[in-house]
């Protein structure tokens, strides 16, 4: 059964660094997104993208982060600057049409120390 | 503001019993509905999706609809030891662009 992958499975970081979370969403899929969740805490939604544009974004997406489809395969999650609170596991989804249910990655366990 | 509100449980259960799992909306522009499972530190993964009223069965789910009360709900039959783990509810608003918003989740226990 076809798979989003996520790399790294964990990744740790100081305080004011950048990380960059690496997605490979379903080839035949269309539509790509970030959720996070904070641990104990519900699934956030942070970012849509279509058609190499973000389509919506949250409140929580602000200036710090940024998404980029560099290439036919992956699918990128950038935040300049981490905070303590950024802490969460961040999962990368896709899906092939609108409305459809998503398929979910098994996530990024972001710490930042 | 787009709310999905479930009870956090937990919800126990005796093995072979069927587990309800209810969940109220607050848009009422609502259109799509998901349940999700997930395992403790895994992703979650879906388990149904309904889009109009009334119920749909999938195995030994069944997901029910009442737009009119902003309810979604999910029965599991026959429930097994497995089937422990958090359920979520999920709703989007428009189209496939949209983010999905979540509630809390159900814990569910299912009792050998």
């Known amino acids: 059964e076809p798979e989003v992958t996520q790399t790294p499975s964990h990744q740790v970081t100081q305080m004011g660094q950048e990380v960059i979370l690496r997605c490979v969403p379903i080839?035949?899929?269309?539509?790509f997104y970030w959720y996070r969740q904070i641990l104990g805490q519900k699934v956030e939604f942070l970012v849509s993208f279509y058609n190499n544009e973000i389509s919506e974004k949250s409140e929580i997406f602000d200036d710090q982060f940024s998404v980029e489809r560099p290439d036919g395969s992956n699918f990128t999650l950038k935040i300049r600057s981490t905070k303590l609170e950024d802490s969460a596991m961040y999962f990368c989804?896709?899906?092939?049409?609108?409305?459809?249910?998503?398929?979910f990655g098994s996530g990024t366990r972001l710490t930042v120390v | 503001q787009k709310e999905v509100e479930q009870n956090s449980g937990p919800l126990s259960v005796p093995e072979g019993a069927i587990a309800s799992l209810n969940c109220t909306y607050s848009d009422r522009g609502s259109q799509s509905f998901f349940w999700y499972r997930q395992y403790s530190g895994k992703s979650p993964e879906l388990i149904m999706s309904i889009y109009s009223n009334g119920d749909k069965e999938d195995g030994r789910f069944t997901a029910q609809l009442n737009k009119a009360s902003q309810y979604v709900s999910l029965l599991i039959r026959d429930s097994q030891p497995s089937d422990s783990a958090t359920y979520l509810c999920?709703?989007?608003?428009?189209?496939?662009?949209?983010?999905?918003?979540f509630g809390k989740g159900t814990h569910l226990i299912i009792q050998p």
């Open positions: 080839s035949n899929h269309l539509y």
């Open positions: 999920a709703v989007l608003l428009g189209g496939g662009a949209d983010g999905l918003t």
């Open positions: 989804a896709s899906s092939i049409g609108q409305g459809v249910g998503y398929t």
